[in-house]
């Protein structure tokens, strides 16, 4: 067993610094891994209007005789990007069961309910006497109900000529869980029903039938099963133990509503908010860029509504004329852009505009005559470059002139218009993380102020484990610190069905019945409790880890065909390694995908991720050069050369990656990465070989194509302690955080200057045994924080901290005299 480590922290109390941000807490919500439909939103019916098999009016389907591949890519945007959309049939979510066979399931694009339901769900009876078929609609991953509760049934249909019966049926393997009539009355309009379903019994994995008896056709537009029961009773409210998860965070803000979701991927996919408001049936259904369509549920009026329940300032994110940069870059013309700044300032007179004005008229009328408390608007998500400084000044200039107050965020470093607060995000490793502990502390204190609008550990995380909590705990010291800087910071993402993990980690998962937080989850909650008032001066003295710096070397791939040849590794005057790569593999392992040789080269596979190849991920070499020549088939990424590779960590040169728009240094670890330089502008040309050369020396990285060196970094110790101090507003309370980022026992000496303190005092501790251990729906509570009253507290006291744990220490100081 290893020794214990020793370190100190210095607090003098006596000296109050900046107030600690009101605003520093707050929500990131966004549509990805249906967080919103099929999670937080609690319709039970997956596909209600019947849109979801829709494809967005931009794409076209991808050379139609052209096999899908594994992924199911067959739609391509008109900028040429080739999208994975899962072939789940017409009508998603449903299917028919008919005895009869004369009875068809067609998918109807004319007898429509509106425009903004492109698709009807026709069901087509044989000639002759009224025939019996079943719509099923299998939920979000099956229905889940409580018992004796009652669910607003409502139908949306018409018929061609005669009434149709339609029985609905809640139903699961034990028989039925609920029950009633209805009668579609004939007529050729379309009827809205409605009945309340009252539960006999819970449900976790039921289905809706709708058995339906009659002649010739009828037509559904919309089918919904509604709890009454909802957070805060709103109707087409929240699912109500998410929404007391995210309540008990006491966000100052919700961020809505993303993320990439605001930029999509084309000019029919990017968030168009005047979509998402009225009457729910007739909400645009609009395929999302994390795999899946929504009927926007959760509209505009909703976001602003569940940020006022929350006691949370909203925060509006806008398009701002563009889509996704990372996935494929659409810059939208001038006409689009001013349409999208229009939409941008009638969002914000929506949500602010008297009830006299055309917006706050409409928000009126959908039953919120007060202005809601939306006070931030961010301009653009995760964007850059000279089509974001455009757009960005443009934007600012317009949306400024007219709301003063409004705070605008930049979503990146802009030039030429005035920058206010600027939108930060970080996915990174546990190590990084408490590295940045300390970014801020160098910042600059006359330039904008900070937004970290989206964070989280991502790499040797699990699904979220402990130890990513800890390194997000002690970047929060970093943050608190500096929080005259920072003035806010949201975790990204929250919300995960397990279901549908399109993103990894997340700060609460949930299925149809059950959630649980992550460890990060607990952080969060430990930290708005024991936020405290002012910062007080803190000093932290530390071991610091550098990470083991040597192994072997190999090439990799990302979702693209590359190819590599005359490879050569030297150290010193010792070649290491030699292999042209016309033939034999020699020593190098094909990881991943399918490697072979092709016309005098290496040549990887169309691996969807990290196609690998490598020589000995267990050598000892640490200090080589490694050259070769290496080009890029096809469109898509390019290539990277792996360096000091150790079992699954290793460091990077990727060339071309991005869609082949940028070059990056990271270290990659367990699925996250790390950036060890700034991502630099690049575009290999497909087919064209380059000379790559790596040279790996003592902990510095340079990095040269052709001959030039474009890109160097060097590896950082990392501090294993991060802490932070603050004073309740009354000053009677001292708050010290802890975060032992490491795997060793830390005993800190806490010395506090002089100060009287009673020796009682709490201690809120996050901690487990083993560091990656998790949190899950079966024990959503293996690791949550304790509260502990601790004894001995003195002005000076030595505090044992666990290998990676979070200590929240609560001191009281003795009354004067
Ligand atoms: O949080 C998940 C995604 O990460 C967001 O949509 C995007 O802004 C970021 O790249």
Redesign the pocket.
């Known amino acids: 067993m290893s020794h214990p480590q020793k370190a100190s922290v210095k607090i003098n109390v006596h000296q109050p610094q900046h107030e600690i941000s009101p605003d520093l807490y707050g929500l990131?919500f966004?549509e990805?891994n249906h967080a919103g439909e099929g999670g937080l939103y609690p319709e039970r019916i997956q596909n209600r209007s019947f849109c979801d098999g829709v494809a967005p009016s931009d794409f076209v389907r991808d050379a139609v005789d052209a096999p899908a591949d594994a992924r199911g890519w067959v739609w391509q945007t008109p900028t040429g990007l080739r999208f994975p959309m899962k072939d789940k049939g017409d009508f998603p979510g449903w299917r028919l069961e008919a005895a009869d066979s004369d009875v068809r399931v067609v998918a109807d694009d004319t007898v429509i309910l509106s425009e903004a339901t492109p698709r009807s769900l026709r069901l087509v009876f044989g000639p002759g006497a009224p025939r019996q078929a079943t719509l099923v609609n299998e939920g979000y991953w099956g229905i889940a109900v409580s018992a004796h509760s009652q669910y607003r049934l409502t139908i949306i249909a018409r018929t061609e000529a005669s009434p149709v019966e339609i029985q609905a049926e809640l139903r699961d393997s034990e028989g039925t869980v609920a029950r009633c009539l209805q009668t579609v009355t004939q007529g050729g309009a379309w009827v809205r029903q409605e009945a309340i379903l009252e539960t006999q019994r819970a449900a976790t994995n039921a289905e809706l039938a709708l058995r339906v008896t009659g002649a010739g056709s009828v037509w559904f537009s919309f089918v919904s099963l509604f709890p009454l029961q909802t957070w805060r009773n709103r109707p087409n409210g929240m699912r109500p133990e998410l929404a007391e998860m995210l309540a008990a965070l006491k966000p100052a803000f919700l961020r809505f509503p993303?993320?990439?979701?605001v930029e999509g991927v084309s000019r029919s996919t990017y968030y168009d908010w005047k979509s998402s408001l009225g009457p729910v049936e007739l909400r645009q259904g609009r395929w999302n860029l994390w795999g899946y369509a929504t009927t926007q549920g959760i509209g505009f009026h909703e976001y602003l509504q569940f940020a006022e329940d929350l006691g949370a300032d909203a925060m509006y994110v806008c398009n701002c004329g563009m889509s996704c940069q990372?996935r494929n870059p659409d810059y939208f013309d001038e006409a689009l852009v001013d349409t999208l700044l229009q939409d941008a300032l009638d969002a914000v007179e929506y949500a602010l505009g008297p009830v006299h004005s055309l917006w706050g008229a409409r928000r009126a009328a959908n039953g919120h005559p007060a202005p809601f408390a939306l006070r931030y608007l961010e301009i653009g998500?995760?964007n850059w470059g000279e089509e974001y400084q455009k757009r960005y000044g443009k934007f600012y200039e317009a949306i400024h002139a007219r709301y003063p107050d409004l705070i605008l965020i930049a979503d990146n470093r802009v030039e030429g218009a005035p920058l206010d607060v600027l939108d930060e995000?970080f996915?990174s490793t546990p190590s990084d993380l408490m590295r940045l502990s300390r970014r801020y502390d160098r910042a600059d204190r006359n330039g904008p102020k900070i937004y970290v609008g989206?964070y989280a550990v991502t790499g040797e995380c699990g699904q979220g484990n402990l130890k990513a909590a800890v390194a997000e705990a002690a970047f929060l010291t970093g943050l608190e610190r500096n929080s005259d800087v920072v003035k806010m910071a949201s975790y990204?993402?929250l919300l995960v069905n397990v279901q549908d993990r399109s993103?990894n980690p997340d700060l609460i998962q949930f299925d149809n019945h059950r959630c649980a937080g992550t460890p990060s989850y607990w952080v969060q909650r430990m930290f708005v409790q024991h936020q405290g008032a002012h910062t007080v001066p803190i000093a932290v003295d530390c071991e610091h880890e550098i990470p083991s710096l040597c192994g072997g070397f190999g090439f990799v791939t990302w979702e693209s065909v590359a190819e590599f040849r005359n490879l050569r590794v030297v150290c010193d005057d010792e070649v290491l390694y030699e292999n042209d790569l016309s033939g034999a593999f020699c020593g190098l392992v094909p990881q991943k995908g399918d490697w072979q040789f092709v016309e005098g080269a290496l040549r990887s596979s169309q691996h969807p991720r990290d196609g690998f190849c490598l020589l000995d991920g267990d050598a000892a070499w640490e200090n080589y050069t490694l050259t070769c020549q290496a080009r890029q088939i096809g469109p898509g990424n390019g290539f990277m050369i792996a360096f000091l590779v150790q079992g699954q960590r290793h460091y990077r040169w990727q060339i071309g990656g991005w869609n082949n728009m940028f070059m990056g240094l990271e270290e990659y670890n367990k699925g996250g990465c790390r950036e060890i330089c700034a991502r630099e502008s690049i575009t290999p040309v497909p087919g064209q070989w380059y000379d790559v050369r790596v040279e790996v020396d003592h902990g510095k990285f340079r990095c040269y194509l052709d001959g030039k060196k474009l890109q160097e970094a060097e590896e950082l110790p990392m501090p294993t302690l991060a802490a932070g101090a603050t004073l309740s507003a009354d000053g009677k309370e001292i708050i010290i955080k802890l975060a032992n980022g490491c795997d060793r026992t830390q005993v800190v000496d806490l010395d506090l200057g002089h100060v009287d303190v009673e020796p009682r005092g709490s201690e809120q501790l996050l901690f487990h045994t083993d560091p990656d251990a998790e949190n899950s729906l079966d024990a959503p509570e293996r690791v949550a924080p304790q509260e502990n009253q601790i004894d001995g507290l003195a002005a000076r006291f030595p505090y044992t901290m666990r290998p990676w744990s979070v200590a929240i220490l609560t001191l009281t100081r003795k009354p004067l005299g």
């Open positions: 990131f966004e990805i993303g993320g990439c979701v990372f998500n995760e995000h996915y989206e990204a993402p993103w």
